[in-house]
């Protein structure tokens, strides 16, 4: 009758157990969908279309002016002219004819504020393989 009473008891603290274990399951479940939705909405943050490049569609670091008034990143666009002769806007496919390209300081410091901006009231979670 005590071997009995163990093995009952043993099965007991293994399904209190297990049953504590499907809670913490649960419970995990349930932070880690709550942690997907907050990367998500960080994720989606609105970031102003003048900021993005029209030929990359990223977040622009060195942005400049063509001569027919568009901005560029500048990688970009001395990448996408490469070859061409004369050099031409990719929007407007207006010839440069010799003006070189301008820095677009207005534009720079704009996503700088935006990005300092960001920093300050973004929320960082720790990366858990997800």
């Not at 649960?26 to 960080?42: D, H």
Request: glycine share 4%; hydrophobic share 40%; proline share 8%.
């Amino acid at each position: 009758q005590e071997d009995a009473v163990r093995t009952a008891a043993h099965q007991l603290a293994i399904a209190e157990d297990q049953e504590a274990l499907g809670h913490w399951r649960a419970l995990g479940t349930r932070c880690v969908t709550v942690i997907r939705r907050i990367r998500s909405a960080a994720a989606s943050e609105v970031v102003p279309e003048h900021f993005l490049c029209p030929i990359t569609h990223v977040v622009m670091e060195d942005p400049v002016i063509t001569p027919s008034g568009y901005t560029y990143e500048r990688f970009a666009i001395e990448r996408w002219n490469e070859g061409r002769d004369p050099p031409e806007d990719p929007f407007t496919r207006e010839a440069f004819n010799g003006v070189p390209l301008i820095p677009n300081r207005v534009i720079r410091d704009a996503i700088e504020h935006f990005r300092m901006n960001e920093r300050r009231y973004s929320v960082r979670l720790p990366q858990w393989g997800m």
